[in-house]
């Protein structure tokens, strides 16, 4: 077996795969000549040319504590049917660990098919979309503006968007951050995805991304806010839609967002659950050293262990004073608590509560008393993540 990139004239045997493996119909005559237009590291057999598996990665810009880390998003894994069950995708993403620490990759998300079979790489659920149906009726406590202007590929409008939505993803785990227009349809009339951006003063301060929904639904694909005037001030705005939609539809907000609290709710709205990220830290020492920690004094020592991909495995040590924190490994030695590598990744990008530590898969604590501790330098924190890859 021979892991490697694929060429960009290998276009053409990256897209036969994945219609073999994703079920639709593929040209392979016609897909000679296309362009890979994304990396993707694959499984050969030993002749170096007939690929039997492939991974896409996406390189991205993610937050976590408020900083910004290197992130990889996982995509298209595929394999075809006679070369399954023989280590390909192992091998794969053993590449792309191999590699993460010169291309500045320090976490990882993909959305899975199956969980499970994505915990054999060390991934683990680290988020799920909140989704809200609220009728209209629901919002009339909340007073109309037509303060927002429609995004139609004006170069101001959309530095606002952009300056609005880092200012937002900076404060919430997991969010990538953007520098360009991809994500905001500049033809929304043709697309029928509207970006709308609202103004306080003068000033960019939150947008709604919508597009007509099922069921009389306006639905939000994008809410997004800087403080609670701006987001009470685009649900004012969005009630101009009143008249051409019975309600919104809202399917990606955090676990605890806002929205609720800002709502007349009653048994007519909805809440529910949407799809759900997986993630995985892959340079633990890094993530340690940015994690925020309480101003006191204090230590751990955390073992990780079972990670499919051995070099993680092992005693990381932090000690912290006044919010910062010196972090070494070691491969042996004394520990204060055990997480398997999914658990760890779930419990630092801030999707455990306190009383849930203990109950984490794979986790030992050796002294109780340091589940406090825990939950004080890896407590819970808003995560969101628009982007589908």
Known sequence: MIIRALRKDEAYKAKMLMGCAFNYSVDGAAEKESDLGEESIGAFCDDGETLMAQVVVKPYKSVFCGSVVGCVGIAGVSTYPEYRRNGCV??????????????????????????????????????????????????????????????????????GLLKVYNEYALTRNVCYCRSGGGEYSDNPVKSMKYTYLWYDGGKPKSYAKVKPGQDGALEVTELVYTDPASLKGI???????????????????????????LIDSDRSVGVGCFDGAQGRVV????????????????????????????????????????????????????YDVAFTIQSFSRLVFGDVAEYAIPYLPGTEIKDMLKVKELASCFPRRPINLFERF
């Open 283 to 334: 340079d633990i020492k890094k993530i340690l050293e940015i994690n925020k920690y309480p101003e006191n004094k204090g230590s751990l020592k955390i073992k990780i262990h079972g990670d499919f991909y051995g070099k993680n495995d092992g005693v990381y040590g932090v000690v912290y004073e006044n919010g910062k924190s010196a972090v070494y490994f070691e491969k042996d030695g004394e």
């Open 90 to 159: 192992k091998a794969i993403f053993n590449e792309i660990f191999r590699i993460a620490p010169e291309r500045g990759w320090t976490v990882s998300f993909l959305y899975p098919f199956s969980y499970r079979y994505y915990r054999k790489y060390g991934y683990e659920l680290v988020l799920k979309h909140k989704t809200l149906t609220i009728p209209f009726d629901m919002l009339t406590h909340i007073d109309r503006n037509s303060d927002a202007v429609l995004y139609n590929g004006q170069p101001e409008v959309l530095e």
């Open 235 to 261: 649900l004012g705005f969005l009630r101009l839609y009143d008249g051409q939609f019975k309600k919104l539809y809202i399917p990606f907000l955090e676990y605890d967002s806002p929205v609720e609290y």
